[in-house]
């Protein structure tokens, strides 16, 4: 059977290259001066991985200065695992075997690329391979891909989860890039937990459906389980927390990816994510290893949820938001942990493919939804937001979006005005190949 995650807009590219003095359409503005950087998932020539989450990873780059677009340049993370190395080994897991394809990151002045099963794998700013981090040997576990950088105080908090004890372990970096806490969490279940969320005070973890299953052999052993218990676990932030941890019952479903979280007037805590229920996490699953019964997309029944949990009154209660079928919830990182307004997101079609792929900006306080389709057979990666040089306000930046197009078998960086979704791009640079639909990346700009 061919495997949807090796064709159309998910087709590998088979080596590696470097384009320089790329094309411009329109201008880039002097503040998107750095280097957007975005991970995805590319098996070598050859290679066809039982799971989509399974493929090498590799990081294509794309460099901006001084209005100038100079280059593009897409790496395997050189990690055991792209020679075939085993994860398991009679010792146990080996951290040091990683796909890092999911998401790349810098802080303390190391860019990393990550996957969560393992170690991080430290990259050079041209996306050379330097080998596993382990922060001066202090992480003996692995590393989540999505940790969170708090943008009052710099430090990046992360998380390690384990089908086995211990299940649940919270990890703290202090803005100079030393790892300076780690607590296990008492209470925590095997259950998956691929995404958490910071306030300005808490970290917020959420146990769903989908949880350790040793019969599940993509590689990847979890599956859902109506058995499995949902809650939303609540620690403070402190080098006690974890003793402090409660957690509140919320109903079934599994959330992938939260956007934000925050602490209301009224002292309740606010998570905004997206969530399926058991159909779309067994369609969305087939499609990622490449079994019957899948949708035509990656994403299936994904849709906007809002949690909200009241310590006060040891309740949690939990709302939609929206009925589009989404994923990839991006905001401003100014506001991470703190309340924020807009929020962004990627529209996928129906299971059917029926419908074009989508940008979705929310105004939380309004309510209103912006679309920006991009046309069929085009497919924009994750949004991430920049803000403007003299932003004064929260969307006052720039969404950019790496666009694989199958029309013309080629891809472009869009630069939108986060305002205005629907206005003519402020820029456009075209890249010298067709990129991968790719997973998360991050813009990084030249320090000041």
């Given amino acids: 059977m061919n495997k949807p995650y090796l064709a159309g807009h998910y087709t590998p590219v088979t080596d590696e290259v470097t384009a320089t003095s790329l094309v411009v359409e329109g201008t880039l503005p002097a503040e998107l001066t750095g280097r957007l950087l975005r991970a995805s998932h590319n098996p070598k020539p050859g290679v066809v991985p039982t799971h989509w989450f399974k493929g090498s990873g590799m990081v294509h780059g794309i460099r901006l200065r001084d209005g100038n677009a100079e280059w593009y340049r897409n790496r395997w993370v050189r990690t055991p695992a792209l020679d075939g190395a085993p994860y398991i080994t009679e010792q146990g897991p080996d951290f040091r075997v990683s796909t890092a394809g999911t998401h790349v990151i810098e802080h303390g002045g190391r860019l990393l690329a990550l996957c969560e099963s393992a170690l991080p794998y430290e ?26 950088e708090d943008p009052v105080t710099g430090e990046l908090h992360f998380f390690a989860s384990s089908p086995f004890p211990p299940f649940l372990t919270h990890h703290v970096v202090g803005a100079n890039g030393a790892l300076v806490q780690s607590q296990e969490i008492p209470g925590a279940s095997a259950a998956l937990k691929h995404d958490f969320a910071i306030t300005e005070h808490h970290v917020v973890f959420l146990e769903g459906s ?10 990847i052993p979890y599956a859902w389980s109506d058995a499995q218990r949902c809650r939303i676990g609540v620690l403070p932030q402190g080098d006690d927390g974890a003793a402090k941890v409660r957690w509140f019952d919320i109903e079934a479903g599994f959330g992938m990816h939260f956007a934000n979280a925050y602490e209301d007037v009224l002292g309740r805590i606010v998570i905004e994510g997206v969530r399926v229920d058991r159909d779309g996490w067994q369609r969305s699953w087939n499609w990622w290893v490449g079994a019957p019964g899948r949708g035509a997309e ?3 029944g994904s849709t ?15 709302e939609q938001t929206d009925d589009l079928n989404v994923e990839f919830p991006t905001i401003n990182e100014t506001r991470l942990g703190r309340v924020h307004r807009y929020q962004y997101a990627l529209a996928f079609p129906d299971d059917q ?4 792929h989508t940008l979705v900006k929310y105004d939380r306080v309004t309510g209103e939804r912006r679309l920006r389709p991009v046309g069929v057979g085009q497919l924009p990666s994750e949004a991430v937001f920049v803000g403007a040089a003299d932003a004064v306000d929260e969307d006052h930046g720039y969404l950019l979006t790496v666009v694989s197009d199958l029309n013309s078998d080629d891809s472009r960086l869009l630069v939108l005005d986060a305002r205005d979704l629907t206005a003519t791009p402020v820029a456009t640079v075209h890249l010298p190949r067709r990129v991968p639909a790719m997973i998360h990346g991050s813009w990084i700009p030249d320090p000041n």
């Fill in 304 to 318: 906007g949820r809002r949690w909200v949990v009241d310590p006060g009154a040891a309740t949690a209660r939990e």
């Fill in 123 to 148: 990259l050079t700013p041209e996306l050379d391979t330097i080998g596993a981090y382990d922060f001066g040997g202090r992480l003996h576990s692995a590393m989540t891909a999505h940790p969170k």
């Fill in 353 to 356: 493919g029926i419908g074009n």
């Fill in 298 to 300: 990656p994403v299936s």
């Fill in 210 to 219: 989908v949880t350790f299953d040793p019969t599940e052999h993509s590689g």
